[in-house]
T-cell receptor, first 114, second 110 residues
Protein backbone atom coordinates (compact mmCIF):
# COMPACT_ATOMS: atom_id res chain seq x y z
CA UNK A 1 0.00 0.00 0.00
CA UNK A 2 1.57 3.26 -1.20
CA UNK A 3 -0.54 5.45 1.08
CA UNK A 4 -1.99 7.31 -1.92
CA UNK A 5 -5.70 6.73 -2.39
CA UNK A 6 -7.54 7.25 -5.64
CA UNK A 7 -11.27 6.97 -6.17
CA UNK A 8 -13.08 5.63 -8.00
CA UNK A 9 -11.07 2.66 -9.30
CA UNK A 10 -13.19 2.33 -12.41
CA UNK A 11 -15.48 4.75 -14.18
CA UNK A 12 -17.56 4.24 -17.29
CA UNK A 13 -19.29 7.25 -18.76
CA UNK A 14 -20.67 8.54 -22.03
CA UNK A 15 -19.14 11.05 -24.43
CA UNK A 16 -19.91 14.64 -23.56
CA UNK A 17 -20.16 13.94 -19.84
CA UNK A 18 -18.09 15.32 -16.97
CA UNK A 19 -16.35 13.31 -14.26
CA UNK A 20 -14.29 14.05 -11.17
CA UNK A 21 -11.39 11.90 -10.06
CA UNK A 22 -10.19 12.17 -6.50
CA UNK A 23 -6.78 11.67 -4.94
CA UNK A 24 -5.69 11.67 -1.31
CA UNK A 25 -1.92 11.99 -1.00
CA UNK A 26 0.31 10.26 1.54
CA UNK A 27 0.21 11.80 4.97
CA UNK A 28 2.69 14.67 5.08
CA UNK A 29 3.23 14.96 1.31
CA UNK A 30 2.46 18.41 -0.09
CA UNK A 31 2.87 17.71 -3.82
CA UNK A 32 0.25 15.98 -5.95
CA UNK A 33 0.93 15.00 -9.55
CA UNK A 34 -1.66 13.87 -12.07
CA UNK A 35 -0.78 11.61 -14.99
CA UNK A 36 -2.67 10.07 -17.87
CA UNK A 37 -1.51 6.67 -19.13
CA UNK A 38 -2.58 5.31 -22.50
CA UNK A 39 -1.28 2.41 -24.53
CA UNK A 40 -0.01 4.47 -27.42
CA UNK A 41 1.47 7.46 -25.59
CA UNK A 42 2.59 5.99 -22.31
CA UNK A 43 2.54 8.08 -19.15
CA UNK A 44 1.85 11.75 -19.78
CA UNK A 45 2.20 14.41 -17.13
CA UNK A 46 -0.90 16.56 -16.73
CA UNK A 47 -0.43 18.88 -13.78
CA UNK A 48 1.26 19.27 -10.39
CA UNK A 49 0.03 21.02 -7.27
CA UNK A 50 2.11 21.93 -4.25
CA UNK A 51 0.41 22.92 -1.01
CA UNK A 52 -2.71 24.11 -2.78
CA UNK A 53 -1.01 26.02 -5.59
CA UNK A 54 -0.48 24.98 -9.18
CA UNK A 55 3.24 24.28 -9.60
CA UNK A 56 3.73 22.82 -13.06
CA UNK A 57 1.58 22.13 -16.06
CA UNK A 58 2.06 19.47 -18.69
CA UNK A 59 -0.05 18.37 -21.62
CA UNK A 60 -3.35 19.05 -19.92
CA UNK A 61 -6.28 19.80 -22.21
CA UNK A 62 -8.40 22.90 -21.62
CA UNK A 63 -11.37 20.57 -20.98
CA UNK A 64 -9.49 19.25 -17.95
CA UNK A 65 -8.90 21.10 -14.71
CA UNK A 66 -7.62 20.25 -11.28
CA UNK A 67 -7.34 21.71 -7.83
CA UNK A 68 -5.80 20.88 -4.49
CA UNK A 69 -7.79 21.61 -1.37
CA UNK A 70 -6.63 22.86 2.07
CA UNK A 71 -6.61 19.28 3.38
CA UNK A 72 -4.25 18.50 0.44
CA UNK A 73 -6.53 16.11 -1.39
CA UNK A 74 -6.83 16.83 -5.08
CA UNK A 75 -9.48 16.48 -7.73
CA UNK A 76 -9.09 16.18 -11.48
CA UNK A 77 -12.13 17.30 -13.44
CA UNK A 78 -12.59 16.03 -16.98
CA UNK A 79 -15.39 17.57 -19.02
CA UNK A 80 -16.90 17.21 -22.51
CA UNK A 81 -15.44 13.74 -22.53
CA UNK A 82 -14.35 12.14 -25.77
CA UNK A 83 -13.61 8.52 -26.63
CA UNK A 84 -9.91 9.37 -26.71
CA UNK A 85 -9.97 10.37 -23.05
CA UNK A 86 -10.33 6.71 -22.10
CA UNK A 87 -7.17 5.93 -20.15
CA UNK A 88 -5.72 5.20 -16.74
CA UNK A 89 -5.37 8.31 -14.62
CA UNK A 90 -2.76 8.19 -11.89
CA UNK A 91 -2.13 10.45 -9.00
CA UNK A 92 1.23 10.56 -7.22
CA UNK A 93 2.21 12.35 -4.06
CA UNK A 94 5.68 13.70 -3.89
CA UNK A 95 8.55 14.48 -1.62
CA UNK A 96 8.85 17.88 -0.10
CA UNK A 97 11.83 17.37 2.14
CA UNK A 98 15.49 16.69 1.50
CA UNK A 99 16.75 13.16 1.41
CA UNK A 100 15.79 10.23 -0.69
CA UNK A 101 12.04 10.19 -0.50
CA UNK A 102 10.42 9.42 -3.78
CA UNK A 103 6.98 9.88 -5.31
CA UNK A 104 4.32 7.33 -4.43
CA UNK A 105 1.58 6.39 -6.85
CA UNK A 106 -2.03 5.50 -6.31
CA UNK A 107 -3.55 2.48 -8.00
CA UNK A 108 -5.14 4.64 -10.66
CA UNK A 109 -8.63 5.31 -11.97
CA UNK A 110 -9.52 3.52 -15.17
CA UNK A 111 -11.79 5.77 -17.20
CA UNK A 112 -13.75 4.33 -20.08
CA UNK A 113 -15.69 6.70 -22.28
CA UNK A 114 -18.33 5.02 -24.44
CA UNK B 1 10.15 22.57 -19.66
CA UNK B 2 12.52 19.83 -18.59
CA UNK B 3 11.99 16.43 -20.19
CA UNK B 4 12.63 12.79 -19.46
CA UNK B 5 12.63 10.54 -22.51
CA UNK B 6 12.67 6.81 -23.04
CA UNK B 7 11.68 4.40 -25.78
CA UNK B 8 8.17 3.01 -25.50
CA UNK B 9 8.93 -0.66 -26.26
CA UNK B 10 11.67 -3.25 -25.74
CA UNK B 11 11.53 -6.98 -26.45
CA UNK B 12 14.11 -9.53 -25.28
CA UNK B 13 14.44 -13.29 -24.99
CA UNK B 14 14.30 -15.01 -21.62
CA UNK B 15 17.80 -15.36 -20.16
CA UNK B 16 19.20 -12.40 -22.11
CA UNK B 17 20.09 -9.05 -20.53
CA UNK B 18 17.69 -6.14 -20.96
CA UNK B 19 18.93 -2.58 -21.13
CA UNK B 20 16.40 0.22 -20.78
CA UNK B 21 17.70 3.68 -21.57
CA UNK B 22 16.58 7.11 -20.49
CA UNK B 23 17.73 10.66 -21.15
CA UNK B 24 16.88 13.74 -19.15
CA UNK B 25 17.55 17.43 -19.55
CA UNK B 26 17.60 18.91 -16.06
CA UNK B 27 21.16 19.40 -14.88
CA UNK B 28 19.98 20.05 -11.31
CA UNK B 29 18.75 16.46 -10.83
CA UNK B 30 19.54 15.16 -7.36
CA UNK B 31 18.16 11.63 -7.53
CA UNK B 32 17.22 9.44 -10.47
CA UNK B 33 14.78 6.60 -10.16
CA UNK B 34 13.49 3.52 -11.89
CA UNK B 35 9.91 2.52 -11.25
CA UNK B 36 8.17 -0.67 -12.34
CA UNK B 37 4.52 -1.12 -13.22
CA UNK B 38 3.17 -4.65 -13.21
CA UNK B 39 0.04 -5.36 -15.27
CA UNK B 40 -3.03 -3.86 -13.65
CA UNK B 41 -1.07 -2.11 -10.91
CA UNK B 42 0.31 1.31 -10.09
CA UNK B 43 3.95 2.35 -10.33
CA UNK B 44 6.31 1.18 -7.61
CA UNK B 45 9.88 2.18 -6.93
CA UNK B 46 12.40 -0.37 -8.19
CA UNK B 47 15.71 1.34 -7.48
CA UNK B 48 17.31 4.76 -7.41
CA UNK B 49 20.71 6.39 -7.71
CA UNK B 50 22.05 9.58 -6.24
CA UNK B 51 23.30 12.01 -8.87
CA UNK B 52 26.92 11.93 -7.66
CA UNK B 53 27.16 8.18 -8.26
CA UNK B 54 27.78 6.57 -11.62
CA UNK B 55 26.73 3.01 -10.89
CA UNK B 56 24.57 1.08 -8.50
CA UNK B 57 24.08 -2.68 -8.45
CA UNK B 58 21.28 -4.53 -6.72
CA UNK B 59 21.16 -8.26 -7.45
CA UNK B 60 20.15 -8.59 -11.12
CA UNK B 61 19.71 -4.84 -11.55
CA UNK B 62 22.48 -2.45 -12.55
CA UNK B 63 21.85 1.29 -12.84
CA UNK B 64 24.35 3.35 -14.81
CA UNK B 65 24.37 7.13 -14.75
CA UNK B 66 26.31 9.31 -17.16
CA UNK B 67 25.75 12.74 -15.71
CA UNK B 68 27.69 14.53 -18.44
CA UNK B 69 25.42 13.10 -21.14
CA UNK B 70 22.35 13.07 -18.85
CA UNK B 71 21.83 9.41 -19.63
CA UNK B 72 20.48 6.80 -17.25
CA UNK B 73 20.16 3.10 -17.94
CA UNK B 74 18.73 0.07 -16.20
CA UNK B 75 20.22 -3.31 -16.96
CA UNK B 76 18.38 -6.46 -15.94
CA UNK B 77 20.58 -9.55 -16.07
CA UNK B 78 19.14 -12.98 -16.89
CA UNK B 79 15.75 -11.48 -17.76
CA UNK B 80 12.79 -13.64 -16.76
CA UNK B 81 9.19 -13.65 -17.99
CA UNK B 82 8.22 -12.18 -14.62
CA UNK B 83 10.25 -9.09 -15.49
CA UNK B 84 7.71 -8.22 -18.20
CA UNK B 85 6.33 -4.87 -17.13
CA UNK B 86 6.54 -1.17 -17.90
CA UNK B 87 9.66 0.56 -16.55
CA UNK B 88 9.70 4.28 -15.86
CA UNK B 89 12.66 6.54 -15.48
CA UNK B 90 12.22 9.57 -13.20
CA UNK B 91 14.32 12.43 -11.96
CA UNK B 92 14.04 14.64 -8.93
CA UNK B 93 15.37 18.17 -9.05
CA UNK B 94 16.72 20.36 -6.28
CA UNK B 95 13.21 21.76 -5.71
CA UNK B 96 12.08 18.19 -4.94
CA UNK B 97 9.86 18.15 -8.03
CA UNK B 98 9.76 14.88 -9.93
CA UNK B 99 9.41 14.20 -13.64
CA UNK B 100 8.71 10.85 -15.19
CA UNK B 101 9.36 9.39 -18.61
CA UNK B 102 6.52 7.84 -20.59
CA UNK B 103 7.62 4.31 -19.70
CA UNK B 104 9.26 1.44 -21.60
CA UNK B 105 7.14 -1.68 -22.02
CA UNK B 106 9.47 -4.67 -21.63
CA UNK B 107 8.27 -7.89 -23.19
CA UNK B 108 10.20 -11.06 -22.36
CA UNK B 109 9.75 -13.89 -24.83
CA UNK B 110 10.32 -17.50 -23.74
Amino acid sequence: DSGVTQTPKHLITATGQRVTLRCSPRSGDLSVYWYQQSLDQGLQFLIQYYNGEERAKGNILERFSAQQFPDLHSELNLSSLELGDSALYFCASGPFRKGNTEAFFGQGTRLTVV
Amino acid sequence: GEDVEQSLFLSVREGDSSVINCTYTDSSSTYLYWYKQEPGAGLQLLTYIFSNMDMKQDQRLTVLLNKKDKHLSLRIADTQTGDSAIYFCAERDNNNDMRFGAGTRLTVKP
